[in-house]
């Protein structure tokens, strides 16, 4: 592919096939990008605006972005921190511009160890062998706690390396545990966290490129914000406004609507920024409220 720094098309790569893939598109077709996408082919044309998708694999997408090759690009922060300490490490250009956490792809990088092993701390690993995809974070860690450990590079079923003799250890990506339950370890230490991340090359956009992502970061916020935000719709006592008022987490200020057949309960219509739990509703009821509805919210601004 060559790079044409003066196309009017904003290139953005993301992970062809993996936990980051839907997300992903989800989150560009909800600021209104749109895409048909063909399972075969790596490039996809935006059907409405000037954008362009390369789906490659996840560990290709902070390289793409450091060189330049791409203008933005979707991808964890483990894999964006892996490459970077490889690049630095064999001195090609490792900087990115990081726009935006994507709030989806959460998991964290950590040591674990056969559930039989009387761990006591990571200086237990000194002198073991350790499986990894993450060979420089890995490193990096152990350099930094002191601890001197050889690394076994698997780019796969890392945690059955330990059962069949390959390590002593692993450091791999959890997210619910059960992948490490599955095959007898326990996690040990946490060394990373990590969710998606939107990055940008490091290199100025044009102005056509430059406004198009000034166009979506608004878009992006106003998704993010929505997907954390609720629509509450209840009846209320007249004589609860405030109770109610004090239950609802996180609301602004409530819509105070009459109701046509009586004059003792309003409607209350209010945007709030938290989850209602089960319990506020309960809660809502036992003071008298009724009809409680709680809606998602697609798309919100200013
Ligand atoms: N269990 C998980 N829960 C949530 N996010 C995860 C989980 N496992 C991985 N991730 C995140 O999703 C990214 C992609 O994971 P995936 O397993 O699809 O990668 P992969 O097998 O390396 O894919 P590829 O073929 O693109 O190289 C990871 O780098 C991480 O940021
Ligand atoms: O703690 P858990 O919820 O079990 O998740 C952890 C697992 O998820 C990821 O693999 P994934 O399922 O994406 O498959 P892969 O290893 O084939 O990429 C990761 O590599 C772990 O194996
Ligand atoms: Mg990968």
């Given amino acids: 592919m060559v790079v044409d720094t003066n196309s009017k098309r904003l290139t953005i790569a993301i992970q062809k096939s993996g936990r980051l893939s839907k997300e992903s598109i989800k989150l560009l077709e909800a600021c209104g990008v749109k895409f048909t996408l063909h399972e075969s082919r790596l490039l996809a044309h935006s059907n409405n605006q000037p954008i362009d998708l390369l789906r490659v694999r996840d560990d290709d997408i902070p390289g793409l972005v450091m060189d330049g090759v791409v203008d933005l690009g979707l991808v964890g922060e483990n894999v964006l921190e892996e490459v970077r300490l490889e690049r630095v490490a064999t001195e090609l250009p490792a900087e990115v511009t990081r726009l935006r956490s994507l709030e989806f792809g959460q998991c964290r990088l950590s040591l674990a160890v056969p559930k039989e092993d009387a761990y006591q701390g990571v200086q237990d ?60 370890l326990v996690e040990k230490d946490v060394i990373f966290t990590s969710q998606a991340q939107l990055i940008q090359r490091p290199e100025p956009l044009n102005a056509d490129k430059q406004a198009m992502v000034d166009q979506l970061l608004p878009r992006l916020d106003g998704v993010q914000k929505a997907r954390e935000s609720k629509y509450i719709m209840l009846h209320a ?38 989850t209602l739990f089960w319990e506020t509703m309960e809660e809502l009821k036992a003071i008298g409220c009724s009809s409680i509805l709680v809606l998602p919210i697609e798309k919100m601004m200013g």
Avoid at 153 to 181: F, K, M, N, Q, Y
Avoid at 238 to 262: F, W
């Fill in 125 to 184: 690993l000194a002198g073991k062998r350790i499986a990894t995809t993450y060979p420089y974070l890995l490193q990096d860690y152990l350099k930094k706690q002191g601890v001197n450990a050889s690394t076994a590079i698997l780019t796969g079923s890392v945690e059955v390396a330990p059962r069949v003799g390959l390590a002593d250890a692993i450091c791999d990506l959890v997210s619910t545990g059960a992948t490490l339950e599955a095959n007898g």
């Fill in 237 to 274: 006592p007249r004589k609860a406004l405030e109770q109610v008022s004090a239950l609802l987490p996180g609301a602004e200020d409530p819509t105070i609507l009459p109701l046509s057949h009586t004059d003792e309960l309003v409607a209350v219509h209010v945007v709030s920024t938290e």
